[in-house]
């Protein structure tokens, strides 16, 4: 699996596991696209991993204060985390690559 | 000698170059010469000035076109006008597919017209199907690629954020981009965003489709929200089993 693309408004509502990715270690494209605000898609426990290949990743309301700690940014070129409750993208033992571009967050609170 | 040729389909700038040798001078005065290509690249390096790009029919112009086809006149039967316009709609300006599309349904009752049309809504015509695929069938793999993830995935997408994405993909996006553009599988907005025509895009997605006809998490995109749910779904039921035997 190398791109998911969801349009929640389109979806019914989905529990993801935390583990979820961990199956896809060739994703390169991710996107969960809500622009209703419609949140289908929670993580009641949380994240513990995405995928290290992935270049966009995009989720609207990501309903998290961080990413997976273990999340490794190398190859990442864009991340949109519209209407989410991320406060911090990574840990600080976490280097942020030069790659990363574009960061578009709207802070609920 | 004044002469007027015109080359239907040519797929090779050589072929311009040799056989009538535009640009050489050897075509007398007042000469016109027509190319059709499926890759504008052909007739840039090919020498030729005049590009003409075919723009997708008005509605009108659709309505006869497939009228002639399915009816035998420029108008539709009555008792088909309605069916048509979803036929016409479906083509979206497509002369090829309005063609095909009117042929298609020549001579064909009501209830088949309706099934037909309804069955346009999950699967393309494997005519068209067929014909849109020659472009993409000529593309390397790192150009379908970059095909495939627009039409799953970043169709609208500005194309310098999208150029970025695909360069960091592997893909070589920025040569990748232009020779789609020259092909016309996809065209720039005035937003300067990737754009792709419906019937092209469902093509692709058609080509992802048949990566696995029944299992979709062993296709390489997934953009379909029940195939999506059902995937990280049954992902989830899974995970919850770990000590299930598999």
């Known amino acids: 699996m190398e791109a998911i693309f969801l349009d929640a408004t389109e979806s019914r509502h989905i529990n993801l596991s935390p583990k979820t990715f961990e199956k896809m270690p060739n994703l390169r494209l991710l996107a969960f696209r809500d622009h209703k605000g419609i949140k289908s898609v929670s993580l009641p426990s949380g994240l513990d991993s995405l995928p290290k290949n992935l270049r966009y990743f995009l989720w609207d309301g990501y309903p998290w204060k961080s990413l997976p700690p273990t999340f490794c940014s190398e190859m990442l070129v864009e991340v949109s985390l519209r209407d989410s409750h991320v406060e911090k993208l990574w840990n600080v033992e976490l280097v942020c690559t030069v790659h990363v571009f574009i960061i578009t967050i709207f802070f609920l609170f | ?246």
């Open chain 2, 1 to 246: 000698m004044k002469s007027f040729i015109v080359l239907d389909d040519v797929h090779t700038s050589e072929l311009l170059q040799n056989l009538i040798g535009v640009g050489n001078g050897w075509l007398g005065a007042g000469s016109i010469v027509i190319v059709t290509t499926r890759d504008k690249h052909v007739l840039v390096s090919g020498g030729i000035d005049k590009i003409h790009q075919v723009k997708e029919m008005n509605s009108r112009n659709s309505l006869q076109l497939f009228s002639l086809n399915a009816f035998d006149k420029v108008l539709p039967t009555e008792g088909y006008v309605e069916l048509s316009k979803r036929a016409i709609d479906y083509a979206k300006g497509n002369p090829l597919a309005l063609k095909v599309l009117g042929s298609f349904l020549c001579c064909k009752s009501e209830i088949e017209w309706n099934c037909a049309l309804a069955k346009l809504k999950e699967i393309p015509n494997a005519e068209i199907d067929r014909i849109m695929r020659w472009s993409y069938n000529e593309l390397d793999d790192k150009e379908k690629n970059i095909f495939l993830d627009i039409a799953c995935f970043f169709k609208g997408l500005e194309r310098d954020r999208m150029t970025k994405i695909l360069n960091q993909c592997g893909f070589f996006a920025d040569i990748g981009i232009r020779n789609l553009l020259d092909k016309a599988l996809i065209r720039v907005d005035f937003k300067n965003c990737i754009q792709m025509h419906d019937l092209i895009q469902e093509m692709g997605k058609q080509v992802v489709h048949e990566e696995s006809l029944k299992n979709p998490e062993q296709r390489s995109r997934l953009w379909d929200p029940k195939e999506v749910y059902d995937v990280l779904k049954n992902n989830r039921v899974r995970k919850r089993y770990p000590d299930f035997p598999s």
